[in-house]
């Protein structure tokens, strides 16, 4: 499951959520802090691991 992260931009505060793709994008997201839906996704780096060898 991805790990989004997301900062507010009422309150500042800087947060992460673990959803699905499907879930991303129905969802209305909210600042935990103050509950405001004024957040913007940040761009953030990612890993992921594979069965085979490169």
Known sequence: MPTYEFKCEKCKKRFSLMMTISEY??????CPKCKSVRVKQQITSFQ???SSKS
């Not at 994008?25 to 909210?30: A, D, N, Q, S």
């Open 25 to 30: 994008e129905k969802k209305k997201i909210r």
């Open 48 to 50: 992921t691991i594979t």
